[in-house]
């Protein structure tokens, strides 16, 4: 590779990274809505979601590739550098097209310098039409519930409407991910949860 491709590629990395960087600054706003102070980031949501997305890889009795699943929870909201973190209702509001389309033109800026694989992986997120996907989808949804119940445990908001459509929980016929459901809710119904401290 010739120094000038050396340098454009590492120019490519640095505009990217830049970019990922809003996702620290960027709020959930799911949480800000109910009243949360200080929520966290896209970018902590995304380091959950991974990390749960992981876990939950060296666990379940499905065959899968390990390294795709961390691929696509990596970059699932990678978009919201651009985009930003759009509650759910306001998506709606917005209709599916819409919210495609602009997901579309703000991944064809992001991964620009032929991140084709990169791409890939959102659109599987997006299509979850893969077990690797449908992992991560569900990880994206425990971390939200998890969240959720540390922050009611806190008394940091108003965040019962997140427990309320249990029916959208989709395990993809994976019984560790029903079980982790099932228990999740048992938290709720019980209006319990871990301590927040180091145990």
């Not at 990217?16 to 200080?38: F, I, S």
């Not at 696509?72 to 599916?96: N, S």
Request: charge should be negative.
């Amino acid at each position: 590779m010739s120094s000038s491709s050396n340098i454009e590629q590492a120019d490519a990395l640095l505009k990217l990274v830049a970019r990922a960087e809003r996702l620290e600054a960027l709020p959930r706003t799911g949480w800000k809505v109910c009243g949360v102070e200080r929520p966290e980031s896209i970018a902590a949501h995304s380091y959950g979601v991974t990390l749960i997305a992981m876990w939950l890889a060296d666990h379940v009795d499905v065959e899968l590739d390990t390294e795709r699943v961390l691929r696509i929870a990596l970059v699932h909201d990678l978009a919201e550098a651009m985009l930003t973190d759009l509650p759910r209702p306001v998506k709606e509001m917005l209709g599916a097209s819409a919210w495609r389309d602009a997901e579309d033109q703000a991944t064809a800026k992001l991964f620009a310098s032929g991140l084709d694989s990169w791409r890939r992986a959102h659109d599987e997120y997006r299509e979850a039409d893969t077990t690797e996907a449908q992992l991560v989808k569900a990880a994206d949804r425990i971390q939200m519930l998890v969240k959720a119940l540390q922050y009611r445990a806190e008394n940091r908001g108003r965040v019962n409407r997140f427990f309320e459509n249990r029916q959208d929980l989709d395990d993809y016929g994976i019984p560790l991910l029903a079980a982790v459901y099932e228990r999740l809710f048992e938290y709720v119904d019980e209006e319990s949860w871990f301590a927040a401290g180091f145990d």
